[in-house]
């Protein structure tokens, strides 16, 4: 177990809908980092926040949008869904913001019909 | 051309046998460079990370880092059955950018 935590773990709706997933970093870290996994494009960095302010920028697409809550914990908002968003979504948490990315969550599968 | 180009496999060997694990990058700005080891349906998890070139070895692990060639791997001896996964390079200069993976079997 990683310490981070991702809510849900899995996820279907329809296409053109509106999702939120969420992210609960390791007690004490204060950044947080957002990826999507698909077949076909591998891990993808989409954005980082660092206690509370984005810290770097991706490949995220402008349908989704993510923030950092004063209690740590992350949310990424994703709209108008469409079938090629069907992928994993992997949240990880490191202390400083710098340096690896050492602790990844267990993912929520997100799947859209 | 992508910044991280990761060896595709897979990479299938028996038990005991030294596996060797190769990425290549085209950015000379990149600062560290990582190894994970992704189970499937698991979230990827952190094996070794370095700043330099050079040799970094922990346990049955060693990452190579050549620079001048912009080239990084991962040897695993004494390969075990758990270590059957897939294994991801990854390469940060500010984020992080990851190779595709290459799945390794290791059969008993």
């Known amino acids: 177990d990683s310490g981070v935590t991702q809510t849900p773990k899995h996820l279907i709706t329809a296409t053109g809908q509106r999702v939120t997933l969420r992210c609960s970093p390791r007690?004490?870290?204060?950044?947080v980092y957002w990826y999507q996994q698909s077949l076909d494009q591998g891990l993808q960095f989409l954005i980082q926040?660092?206690?509370?302010?984005?810290?770097a920028k991706g490949n995220i697409l402008e349908r989704f949008s993510a923030q950092q809550f004063p209690d740590l914990h992350s949310e990424l908002n994703m709209s108008s869904l469409e079938l090629g968003d069907s992928a994993l979504y992997f949240c990880a948490s490191s202390e400083h913001g710098k340096g690896p990315e050492a602790f990844f969550g267990q993912g929520t599968r997100l799947t859209v019909v | 051309q992508k910044e991280v180009e990761q060896d595709p496999g897979p990479l299938s060997v028996p038990e005991g046998a030294i596996v060797s694990l190769n990425c290549t990058y085209s950015?000379?700005?990149?600062?560290?460079f990582m190894w994970y080891r992704q189970y499937s349906r698991k979230g990827p998890e952190l094996l070794m990370y370095?700043?330099?070139?050079g040799n970094k070895e922990d346990g049955r692990f060693t990452a190579q880092v050549d620079k001048s060639s912009k080239y990084i791997s991962l040897f695993i001896r004494d390969s075990q059955p758990s270590d059957s996964a897939t294994y991801l390079c990854?390469?940060?200069?500010?984020?992080?950018?990851f190779g595709d993976g290459t799945t390794l079997t290791v059969k008993p």
């Open positions: 950015n000379s700005a990149f600062q560290y």
């Open positions: 990854a390469i940060n200069a500010g984020k992080s950018t």
């Open positions: 007690s004490g870290d204060l950044s």
């Open positions: 926040y660092y206690n509370g302010e984005e810290r």
């Open positions: 370095t700043y330099s070139s």
